[in-house]
């Protein structure tokens, strides 16, 4: 399950969707929006994103993720449009056989996605806003 959203994600949803009985781990990354960035007090987050490309770089990139471990099941979604203070941005589920590799495919998931996927994010502050680059 890969999902680009205007709407709040649903943990819980997701992590039932990676549900598994040859699963011995699930692992899930959720990306929150945080109140500082820099020493600077950010007010929200505002995404935008090309959603077909987004949902078909996501799919190659669990495909690649999926040739180095044995994933078992994945479930991907990502906010756009505003992201308060504490609500999460971006989730990622992945169950497999073992933690090993449960933990160490969901990082490779999410450090592609920020390096690959065009979803781009929007720091907003009380005194103006920037685009962020995800890796400077």
Not at 65 to 78: C, D, G, M, R, T
Request: net charge negative.
């Amino acid at each position: 399950m890969i999902e680009i959203t205007e709407h709040k994600i649903d943990v819980p949803t997701l992590i039932a969707a990676v549900s598994h009985d040859g699963a011995g781990a699930t692992d899930v990354f959720i990306g929150t929006t945080r109140n500082k960035t820099s020493e600077k007090a950010v007010v929200k987050l505002d995404f935008e994103a090309y959603e077909p490309m987004a949902v078909k770089e996501l799919q190659k990139i669990v495909d690649r993720a999926k040739e180095q471990w044995p994933i078992l099941k994945y479930a991907i979604s990502h906010r756009v449009g505003v992201v308060e203070i504490g609500e999460e941005a971006v989730v990622i589920a992945v169950s497999t056989p073992h933690r090993q590799a449960a933990f160490e495919s969901c990082q490779f998931i999410i450090d592609e996605l920020k390096k690959t996927v065009p979803i781009w994010k929007k720091e907003i502050f009380e005194d103006g806003d920037v685009w962020v680059a995800s890796h400077p």
